[in-house]
């Protein structure tokens, strides 16, 4: 059992968080969890929450629909947006402001003098650049303009959501406003992104609990995504795995094979072509089945340019890997009458080189029916 006497806190938790000490450790061993750390990294984490100054977050938006805040502060967990607002010391968020016009540009003002070189710069939503970014402005700046500004002295920067990583939905073909992401438009390549649409709540705070805990952003993967959330196929982790590998696909929405929770990929689901965290960390605090494919619909690979908002829904995601040949039988006979193993042999005869676990996927799915037939 985890022994939290050892973890000494400067402050009280109950006081401060509003939260029980246990709770507040759990949080802890979630971040730690979510960032795969290794062990005692959560009382590292508890230490740098308690101990430390809260670090100045300036949060600002563009061309976004503010889902990526909603799920941040939405979330069912009872505790979360308690926490994260303990957490951070929030200067600047134009939505949950309650200040307005001139007295919310003096807050950003001064939120930036105060705490030059040291704040976190939070980026929402696409940047125009088209036609001198004049399709988003605010207090008189282009979107451009305002981040640039605001970036210059920041410590870290973070594109939170699919939007303001790489232009997301607003950038979609043709773009006419000419969107892209933070790092693109201000030509760096060290902005931290977290694409989703929106992202999981959890992978963004534990992005600045990492920073706050060990003075540094966390491990990023070329497109600048934390390896800690987007270093793994949604598909190698998926609920529904196994009937991909074992060849049962529901063909239709609300098909017998859609019912029983068959895998989605002959739908559309591009979970094997998407990296992300999503059917480990899920959405909503709610328990098992709160991300899409555990409600039934297929993934369309938000986290990824070029296909969460680009590829068509009902088209087949690109296979990055096999399925393996050994996986055990799991429920009812296949109709086709192979196996995986003997389809796996025909395959290696016939020498084909995209390997027998896509032939068992493709041969197999065939097999599952839909309703009454
Ligand atoms: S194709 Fe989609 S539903 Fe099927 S196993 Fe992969 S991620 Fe899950």
Known sequence: MYDDSAVKFETDVETRFGVSRRDFLKFCAAMAATMGLPKGADAQIAEAITKKERPSVIWLHHQECTGCSESLLRSEHPTLEKLILDIISLDYHETLFAAAGHQAEAARKAAMEKNKGKYILVVEGAIPMKDGGVYCKIGGQTSYELTKEVAEHAAAIVAVGSCASWGGMPSTPPNPTGSTGVGEALGR????????????????????????????????????????????????????????????????????????????????????????????????????????????????????????????????????????????????EQGAGATIASAALVAGVAGLAIGAGMKIAGNLGKSETKDGE
């Open 189 to 332: 390549k060290d902005v931290v992104t977290i694409p989703g649409c929106p992202p999981n709540p959890y992978n963004i705070l534990a992005t600045i609990v990492h920073f706050l805990t060990f003075g540094s952003l966390p491990k990023v993967d070329e497109l600048g995504r934390p390896t800690f959330a987007y270093g793994r196929l949604i598909h190698d982790n998926c609920e529904r795995r196994s009937h991909f590998d074992a060849g049962r696909f529901a063909l239709e929405f609300g098909d017998a094979g859609h019912r029983k929770g068959y895998c989605l990929y002959k739908l559309g689901c591009k979970g094997p072509e998407t990296y992300a965290n999503c059917p480990s960390i899920l959405f909503n605090d709610v328990g098992t089945g709160s991300w899409p494919v555990g409600t039934g619909h297929p993934c369309i690979g938000c986290t990824e340019k070029h296909i969460g908002f680009e590829k068509p829904i009902h088209a087949l995601a690109t296979l990055k890997t096999n399925p393996p040949t050994s996986y055990p039988r799991i429920v009812e």
